[in-house]
Nanobody
Framework: QVHLVDSGGGLVQAGGSLRLSCSAS????????MGWFRQAPGKEREFVASISTRGSNVNTADSVKGRFTMSRDDAKSTVYLQMTSLKPEDTAVYYC????????????WGQGTQVTVSS
């Protein structure tokens, strides 16, 4: 079982950048597919991005394509979400998740980190 800790959120002006981190402990991190969801007030949680094992494939939602990207450092058991050209509509709590690609596919979640983009 992996334990995930999200960090890096904060307040930023529109057009700015932030990098979120998600650090994992427990489990075999290199086997984990990792990703991010976000949830804005009054809205459902929505997919943001995911990264395959070895980082060979990154998927991003259309709403963030070209502005957000993911990377991973298996040596540090950490994934990153680099967010650029931030917009007020990106304001949300961002949640990291992961699942073992060779296991049960059960998703584990971080505690969430708040991102607020001011106009």
């Amino acid at each position: 079982q992996v334990h995930l800790v999200d960090s890096g959120g904060g307040l930023v002006q529109a057009g700015g950048s932030l990098r979120l981190s998600c650090s994992a402990s427990g489990g075999t991190f290199s086997r984990y597919v990792m990703g991010w969801f976000r949830q804005a007030p009054g809205k459902e949680r929505e997919f943001v991005a995911s990264i395959s094992t070895r980082g060979s494939n990154v998927n991003t939602a259309d709403s963030v394509k070209g502005r957000f990207t993911m990377s991973r450092d298996d040596a540090k058991s950490t994934v990153y979400l680099q967010m650029t050209s931030l917009k007020p509509e990106d304001t949300a709590v961002y949640y990291c998740y992961g699942y073992d690609s060779l296991g049960t596919m059960q998703r584990y979640w971080g505690q969430g980190t708040q991102v607020t983009v001011s106009s």
